[in-house]
Nanobody
Framework: QAPLVETGGGLVQAGGSLRVSCTTSGRPYNNYALGWFRQAPGKEREFVAAINRSGTSTYYADSVKGRFTMSRDNSENTVSLLMNGLKPEDTAVYYC????????????????WGRGTQVTVSS
């Protein structure tokens, strides 16, 4: 599968908002559920959020529930993660990937991993 491409990371103060997006560089992933993961320095990669193929259902990690919102636009082959109320512990490289299973928190069931985008939240 062609890798997904993440964009939109940056530096933001605690309490601020940021949107990261993900697009396909080639083959569309409209028939896949999509997920966001993140990895902080020295830590394991962790699940953040997932969305089903049609975009009608989402699933979030407890740590981001109520603060992050995931959406997708299949006509544009994009998926976004709107992050509100950011905390320093949200600092990480954020990755998107695709899966045939929804929802799943297992990163080994995802494909099309991109290079990620850095999100840094200052205190």
């Amino acid at each position: 599968q062609a890798p997904l491409v993440e964009t939109g990371g940056g530096l933001v103060q605690a309490g601020g908002s940021l949107r990261v997006s993900c697009t396909t560089s080639g083959r569309p992933y409209n028939n896949y559920a999509l997920g966001w993961f993140r990895q902080a320095p020295g830590k394991e990669r962790e699940f953040v959020a997932a969305i089903n193929r049609s975009g009608t259902s989402t699933y979030y990690a407890d740590s981001v529930k109520g603060r992050f919102t995931m959406s997708r636009d299949n006509s544009e082959n994009t998926v976004s993660l709107l992050m509100n109320g950011l905390k320093p512990e949200d600092t990480a490289v954020y990755y998107c990937a695709a899966t045939t299973i929804f929802p799943t928190l297992r990163d080994d069931l995802y494909v099309g991993w991109g290079r990620g985008t850095q999100v840094t939240v200052s205190s």
